[in-house]
């Protein structure tokens, strides 16, 4: 199963190369071109036809959230930095694993009470009884992601590690599966390093310079037990972002977006959160400025190893972006 292989690849930011091969393979039969930067963006192009139109971007990073050896010591643990946001406090217990397979357990030097956000308290513990031992399998530099398996759970939800962003890379290579003579011109990058500041999408807009640009990615859900304040809930469809910290969506696409919904009986719920960011906060500050807007699914237990989503919000997401991307626009 797509889903599945693609959460499940190794991919922490600035390791992508997994990930990247996998979608690279599945989406060959649908595109008029592929390219791969010297990030490691992965830009799949699908030409239009139409007498008016525009250079789409749409962007899903690869990258997960992870941990990098910075020191072993003489006992043989691993201290670590965190690639990408890592919520500290609910990190020790949880499993990770090196891409050589090595696995090792997250715990902390202090109480969890005390650990709060600083991330030198954290270290992982591969079993390695002495720092000898510990350079057999693990170096300075070594990155580790956490173990988190892909499984169904009730109602049509899922869980795993990396739904955040591969939920949206799955979007878009099942879109692109729908798109057969675009009108628009339309760039799906699967891009890099996202987690630890929008890289690649930066570099990316930068190359295609679109006239409107679409992140693909995860947005907090609010259903839950302490999830914050906020609309979003699973199953309450496809989120369409108005606004986050990165970006303030261009309100002619957002409307634009809401009709696409509408016209197709696409059930949707308006996607506005505190804090948090995509690449359309990149794409969107790219070259001289460039329209942006957001297609998003809400996720329980974001950047954990078991975050949730509904496979009917995801669906949705699908029947959006394929059938937005082939609207006319007519900008002011």
Known sequence: ??????????????????????????????????????????????????????KIM????????????????????????????????????????????TVGIISSTSKIEDVKTDITKLYIDIGAK???????????????????????????NITSKAIDDRIGCYIMIEALKKIENPYNDIYFVFTVQEEVGLRGAAVAANRISPDIGIAVDVTVAHDFPNSGEGSNTLGGGT????????????????????????????????????AGGTDAGAINRSNFGVRAAGISVATRYVHGPNCVVSMDDVNASVELLSKFVNRVFDFE
């Open 58 to 101: 749409a962007a899903a990073h690869m990258d997960e959230i992870g941990f990098q050896v910075i020191k072993i010591e003489d006992k043989g643990l691993l201290k670590v930095r965190g690639l990408g946001g890592i919520p500290v406090q609910a990190a020790p217990m949880s499993r990770v694993k090196f891409r050589n397979g």
């Open 239 to 274: 989120a369409v972002k108005i606004s986050d910290a990165s970006v303030i969506c261009d309100e002619y696409l957002v409307e634009e977006m809401i009709k696409c919904c509408e016209e197709n009986e696409i059930k949707y719920q308006r996607d506005v959160i505190y």
């Open 130 to 156: 002495s720092k000898d031992e510990a350079v057999k399998h693990v170096k300075v530099g070594d990155v580790a992601a956490y173990v988190g398996d892909y499984v169904e759970l009730k109602d049509n």
């Open 1 to 54: 199963m797509l889903l599945e292989r693609i959460t499940q690849a190794f991919g922490v930011s600035g390791y992508e190369k997994e990930v990247r091969e996998i979608i690279r393979e599945e989406v060959k039969p649908y595109a008029d071109e592929i390219t791969v930067d010297a990030l490691g963006n992965l830009i799949v192009y699908k030409k239009g036809t139409g007498e008016n139109k525009k």
